[in-house]
């Protein structure tokens, strides 16, 4: 059985581990304290990267997170995603969207029509940067995508455990504090726009979000971890 986070302890149990989505058979926080709110969703009880999976139909299906609180000026955002059709498709939506004065905020994790993960970052109220990952996922299979904002400025893609394009953010994400500021999982809420967009199609699956950047070794060492096969948990992660 593959390795999933809520087994490899040394992310798991990671004090800026701010929410963790394993989608078995709903959109609840492992953490306890996020549970998502679903919209045309299903749950595969096989075919998962781990177990079951969240599938997407591509129109319609989508998990609300509540406002929250905005993660500090470092953060990543690690996910299994098993894209089926092009177009450009959300992955993880933290705030961008209109605030009601007219200001955007937050980021987004999207990928276009070819595959390739990009990331709105809002660097102030009227400006952002979009740094785009260097190689595509593969569609109809699952990838490892890892998205990083450092304290340092530098947003970084990963794909599959290795680092796929860096470039300088613009600076940390603002946060509007507004009822438009909307989180979510697969779909773009856009609040102020009236109506839900870039929806995802596929699967998703061990959604997880971090207040810190995860550092090149976590991202490959739990990516490699993830890839085994029919290796006891314990036994793999050198432990007893």
């Not at 995508?145 to 599959?160: P, R």
């Not at 950047?213 to 085994?228: G, R």
Request: glycine share 10%.
């Amino acid at each position: 059985m593959s390795i999933e986070l809520e087994n490899y302890s040394a992310l798991r149990n990671d004090a800026n581990l701010l929410s963790y989505y394993r989608m078995e058979g709903n959109s609840n926080d492992a953490k306890g304290l996020e549970n998502g709110t679903d919209t045309s969703m299903s749950y595969s009880s096989i075919g998962g990267k781990f177990n079951q999976y969240g599938d997407f139909n591509g129109t319609s299906s989508r998990i609300a997170l509540s406002v929250g609180n905005a993660e500090s000026s470092s953060w990543s955002v690690s996910a299994w995603v098993y894209p089926t059709a092009t177009g450009t498709r959300t992955i993880y939506n933290n705030g961008s969207s209109w605030s009601s004065s007219g200001t955007w905020s937050g980021y987004q994790i999207f990928y276009d029509g070819s595959y390739k993960v990009w990331c709105y970052n809002f660097y102030s109220n009227s400006a952002y940067n979009n740094p785009t990952a260097t190689n595509a996922m593969t569609a109809n299979a699952w990838n490892h995508i890892v998205v990083t904002h450092s304290s340092s400025g530098n947003i970084t893609h990963y794909l599959n455990g290795v680092a796929n394009g860096s470039v300088a953010s613009g600076g940390a994400s603002v946060w509007t504090q507004s009822a438009y500021r909307s989180r979510s999982i697969g779909v773009d809420l856009k609040a102020s726009a009236g109506s839900p967009t870039f929806f995802h199609s596929g699967r998703l699956d061990d959604v997880a979000i971090f207040s810190r950047a995860l550092t090149s070794t976590e991202i490959s060492d739990f990516y490699n971890y993830s890839t085994k096969k029919n290796i006891p948990t314990l036994a793999l992660m050198g432990v007893g």
